[in-house]
């Protein structure tokens, strides 16, 4: 399998109309990416609009954040990630959408983004997502015409996160709900606990605390 992994990031910095900024957030990115770079993997960025996407959960004393912000190859990449239609889905071996809540406004509905997920995944790859990244798995058909995530264990950021931070009424949809909706077999635990799940080639991390694990997981099935 080839050794580039594609990272998807959120062009969306608004929450809904409560002025709050909103993006991909930073250690969602980070700790994968410090997992996967390690292993020698070369990672890709996408966003929805491409360019420079918006940033949250800014704090650099966390020292992967740190790292990851202050390499210079990987900063220039993330602020100039490519388009989805820039994208050649036969270059990569994995497709991972980073959350924050900015996901849930212009991850679901792309259907460029999809159809790169689902051709990486026919052509024998893995699909993953942490947190909101998740809503960019709701609508990916496979060729059989079913939801990517019927009958697959699945988890992502749970509705009693969602109530936690104040935003079930600001976000356009529950994703846990629409989720199960699409056939998922949810999974959650307890707030902000780390909880991975991965079922055939499909892996899926609750929070920003699951981050790393997730990055974990995805080079575990590498591996095979």
Not at 121 to 150: D, F, M, R, S, T
Request: with cysteine.
């Amino acid at each position: 399998m080839k050794n580039k992994i594609l990272f998807v990031v959120t062009s969306h910095d608004k929450k809904g109309d409560t002025g709050e900024n909103t993006g991909y957030y930073l250690g969602e990115v980070s700790h994968p990416w410090e997992v996967l770079h390690k292993a020698g993997y070369e990672i890709d960025f996408v966003s929805p609009k491409g360019g420079t996407p918006p940033v949250d959960g800014f704090d650099l004393k966390d020292p992967v954040n740190k790292e990851f912000w202050e390499n210079k190859e990987y900063k220039t990449k993330i602020d100039h990630s490519l388009k989805p239609s820039e994208v050649k889905p036969e270059d990569y071996s994995t497709i991972f959408y980073a959350g924050g809540h900015g996901a849930m406004w212009d991850f679901a509905d792309n259907t460029e983004l999809a159809k790169i997920a689902s051709i990486i995944y026919e052509n024998g790859g893995i699909v993953a997502g942490v947190c909101h990244g998740p809503a960019g798995l709701v609508n990916i058909k496979l060729n059989n015409g079913k939801y990517l995530v019927e009958g697959k264990k699945i988890n992502a950021f749970t509705n009693e996160e969602e109530f936690e931070v104040k935003l079930t009424d600001v976000v356009p949809f529950l994703l846990e709900d629409k989720l199960k909706e699409r056939g998922a077999k949810f999974e959650k635990s307890g707030l902000w606990q780390n909880h991975v799940v991965t079922d055939q080639r499909v892996i899926t991390g609750q929070n920003p605390q699951s981050a790393k694990s997730v990055g974990e997981a995805i080079l575990s099935e590498l591996k095979k």
